[in-house]
């Protein structure tokens, strides 16, 4: 996952239905994408070689076709034309970690693709990061279940249908919270001391392509 973060559960979630997700899309294809890698930041030396890590396990859900789409090692190629497809790709820390892993997959460079990473636009907005975990609990009223880690091990372990049931679940939480962005104006967090705030976003699918 981009911050290889804690797996989540969504008993009170208000899940959006698909009819909301597709208006949402406004005509375009957006597709929401996230990763699991093979090898962690100290199983490669450091953050400093996420190129390193390897692609365990990459999900999309395509805002067109309603479904996920998951890809092994060994169709990365795959998911590269998959991705190169979107009008628009969402993810989470995407740029900076997603890209990065997946990159000595590709024959041209990731960032030419349209993308929006929220954390870079939560960042810009409040000048620090939020974790997915932490928007996702406060806006969404997902649950957390596992510690994201446990992909890792699960690969060792050759638990492979794990990890995309796994990575599919973080995509889903990516989805809804942009939908729900998109759709009400902000997003939910808490401060430091523990007080609910509003921040508000500008996640319209049109205006974020035509500025990239």
């Known amino acids: 996952m981009s911050e290889q973060l ?36 100290d199983d490669v030396g450091g953050w400093g070689n996420i190129h390193d890590m390897k692609l365990a396990v990459g999900v999309v859900w395509d805002s067109v076709d309603q479904k996920h789409f998951s890809y092994l090692e060994s169709e990365a190629s795959q998911l590269v034309e998959k991705l190169c497809m979107a009008d628009l790709v969402v993810g989470f820390n995407v740029k900076k970690f997603d890209y990065t892993v997946l990159q000595p997959y590709a024959d041209f460079d990731l960032s030419e693709i349209v993308t929006f990473d929220m954390l870079d636009d939560i960042k810009g907005k409040l000048n620090h990061r939020l974790s997915l975990n932490h928007l996702a609990e406060n806006t969404l009223n997902a649950k957390k279940s596992a510690d994201g880690l446990v992909s890792l091990q699960w690969y060792k372990e050759g638990k492979i249908d794990k990890i995309i049931e796994y990575c599919k679940q973080d995509v889903e939480i990516t989805r809804d919270l942009f939908l729900y962005g998109e759709s009400h104006g902000y997003v ?3 401060t430091r001391s523990g007080v609910a705030k509003d921040l508000k976003v500008d996640w319209k699918p049109s205006s974020l392509i035509s500025s990239s």
């Open 6 to 41: 804690d797996l989540f559960t969504e008993p009170e979630k208000n899940k959006l239905d698909s009819e909301n997700i597709q208006k949402s899309s406004n005509d375009h294809r957006i597709l929401y994408f996230d990763l699991e890698t093979q090898k962690s930041a």
């Open 188 to 190: 939910k967090y808490s």
